[in-house]
C-alpha cells in the first residue's frame, strides 16, 4: 500500500511561472519529508527538506509547504525555468527511524516550457 | 569526490542467472540503501545498513541479499533472477539519521 501518494504523474508549465506540486501521505508517523529532483538516466538530487515542526521552508526559488492535519505538502518553484524539467519526488520518514529509511511517491513529471 | 558510484550501469540476465551490483561511496557515510525503482510504484527500499558489518530489511527484500563487509561499499546481490526482478536499481547512502540521501546513477537491470 502506498504511504506517500503523488497523484499528478505530469505537470507542464510556462517559464517564468509558478509550479506546484503535491504530495500526500497515510502515515500519521511520518515527520521528515524531503523533496528530490531526478533527470533522466541519473540518480535522484536532494532538493528541499521540512521537518513536522514547521509549516514552510524556503530555499531560494523552492518553498515546500506542510499542512499536518491535512497530510499535505506541497513544492513551490517561482519562478519556473526549463532546467526545472525533471521527475519530482516526495519522501517522508517516520519517527522513531533507526534505519533513515524514507518512503517514496511515484513521481511527477514536471515539464517548463520555455 | 565521486559521490556514489553503481557498477555495472546496465545488465541483462537470463531467468535463473545470478548477480552482484556493486555500490560504492567515498563520503564516509554510516548508512547505506539500496531502492528499486518501477513504473507507477515509485523506489521502494530493499534493504539496508546502518554501519559496516550490519544489514536490514527494507520494504522490498524477498529475492535479494545484501552485504556491507566494507564501510564504503554495499553489495547487492540476485541468486536466481526473475522477470520481475527487472528494475532500475538506485544505491543510496546517509551520514546518519535525519540526513538526506545521497544517490548513484542507477543501475538498469533487464531479466529475460
Known amino acids: 500500500d502506498q504511504q506517500v501518494k503523488q497523484n499528478s504523474p505530469s505537470l507542464s508549465v510556462q517559464e517564468g511561472r509558478i509550479s506546484i506540486l503535491n504530495c500526500d501521505y497515510t502515515n500519521s508517523m511520518f515527520d521528515y519529508f524531503l523533496w528530490y529532483k531526478k533527470y533522466p538516466a541519473e540518480g535522484p538530487t536532494f532538493l528541499i527538506s521540512i521537518s513536522s515542526i514547521k509549516d514552510k521552508n524556503e530555499d531560494g526559488r523552492f518553498t515546500v509547504f506542510l499542512n499536518k492535519s491535512a497530510k499535505h505538502l506541497s513544492l513551490h518553484i517561482v519562478p519556473s525555468q526549463p532546467g526545472d524539467s525533471a521527475v519530482y519526488f516526495c519522501?517522508?520518514?517516520?519517527?522513531?527511524?533507526?534505519?533513515?529509511?524514507?518512503?517514496f511517491g511515484t513521481g511527477t513529471s514536471l515539464t517548463v516550457i520555455p | 569526490n565521486a559521490g556514489v558510484t553503481q557498477t555495472p550501469k546496465f545488465r541483462v540476465l537470463k531467468t535463473g542467472q545470478s548477480m552482484t551490483l556493486l555500490c560504492a561511496q567515498d563520503m564516509n557515510h554510516e548508512y547505506m540503501y539500496w531502492y528499486r525503482q518501477d513504473p507507477g510504484m515509485g523506489l521502494r527500499l530493499i534493504h539496508y545498513?546502518?554501519?559496516?558489518?550490519?544489514?536490514a530489511k527494507g520494504e522490498v527484500p524477498d529475492g535479494y541479499n545484501v552485504s556491507r563487509l566494507k564501510k564504503q561499499n554495499f553489495l547487492l546481490g540476485l541468486e536466481s533472477a526473475a522477470p520481475s526482478q527487472t528494475s532500475v536499481y538506485f544505491c543510496?547512502?546517509?551520514?546518519?539519521?535525519?540526513?538526506?540521501?545521497?544517490f548513484g546513477p542507477g543501475t538498469r537491470l533487464t531479466v529475460l
Open positions: 519522501a517522508a520518514s517516520p519517527y522513531p527511524n533507526t534505519g533513515n529509511q524514507f518512503y
Open positions: 545498513s546502518v554501519g559496516e558489518g550490519t544489514t
Open positions: 543510496a547512502s546517509s551520514y546518519s539519521w535525519g540526513n538526506e540521501q545521497f
